[in-house]
């Protein structure tokens, strides 16, 4: 199902999306997904609207911890308030973030 994130980010299937961005989703992890983002299809099924989505729109706000050096992870960790040991490995550094999402 189609959803688009309404608060924060979040992390689903490895990836991040920021609040704005669509995704899609299975319909059984809706519902713990269900304060953070809302459901495009039910919106179109009740007559409302949505403009529709710039094919490739705000692909590079998505971020995938994987991908980023461990400098960026420990900035990113940083800005969102997090505790990071300073001799902190990259691994846990990430697995700080992905649990920080995972309760946004």
């Known amino acids: 199902?189609?959803?688009?994130?309404?608060?924060?980010?979040?992390q689903y299937d490895g990836t991040i999306y920021s609040e704005g961005m669509e995704l899609t989703i299975r319909p059984e992890d809706?519902?713990?997904?269900?304060?953070?983002?809302?459901?495009l299809e039910a919106e179109a099924e009740s007559g409302t609207?949505?403009?529709?989505?710039?094919?490739?729109?705000?692909?590079?706000?998505?971020?995938?911890?994987k991908e980023m050096k461990?400098?960026?992870?420990?900035?990113?960790?940083?800005?969102?308030?997090?505790?990071?040991s300073a001799g902190a490995k990259r691994d846990e550094v990430i697995a700080l973030l992905e649990e920080a999402a995972a309760h946004e």
Not at 1 to 10: D, E, L, N, P, T
Not at 30 to 39: I, R, T
Not at 54 to 65: K, P
Not at 70 to 84: F, T
């Open 30 to 39: 809706f519902s713990g997904l269900a304060e953070v983002v809302e459901a």
């Open 1 to 10: 199902m189609k959803a688009k994130v309404i608060r924060g980010s979040v």
């Open 70 to 84: 461990k400098e960026e992870l420990l900035e990113l960790a940083k800005e969102k308030g997090l505790n990071v």
């Open 49 to 65: 609207e949505k403009e529709p989505a710039t094919e490739g729109a705000n692909l590079e706000e998505v971020t995938n911890y």
